[in-house]
């Protein structure tokens, strides 16, 4: 079994910055892809950033020049950088690790950290 926590959520300006976290722990295999998602109200959940085990990356058009995603593998913790903050971004952004170790991939989500940018 996987948990996830993140951490950094809050309430920031238009333009402002957040720094979200992510730690994972429990059964934890090498080949893994992590990633961010958001959701606002009323809309579906959306892809923000992933990152693989070797550091391959891909963002959401929207996000791209503006966040950054990271991770630490001796930590177990997977970071997103957020600046230039637009109202749009505001949302309960969710920490998602895909377990590839497995015949069949299992998703594992964090409980989800609010994200408020004010105009």
């Known amino acids: 079994q996987v948990q996830l926590v993140e951490s950094g959520g809050g309430l920031v300006q238009a333009g402002g910055s957040l720094r979200l976290s992510c730690a994972a722990s429990g059964s934890i295999f090498s080949r893994n892809a992590m990633g961010w998602y958001r959701q606002a109200p009323g809309k579906q959940r959306d892809m923000v950033a992933i990152?693989?085990?070797?550091?391959?990356?891909n963002y959401a058009d929207s996000v791209k020049g503006r966040f950054t995603i990271s991770r630490d593998n001796a930590k177990r913790t997977v970071y997103l950088q957020m600046n230039s903050l637009k109202p749009e971004d505001t949302a309960v952004y969710y920490c998602k690790l895909k377990d590839l170790s497995r015949v069949a991939p299992i998703d594992y989500w964090g409980q989800g950290t609010q994200v408020t940018v004010s105009s």
């Open positions: 990152i693989s085990s070797g550091g391959s990356t």
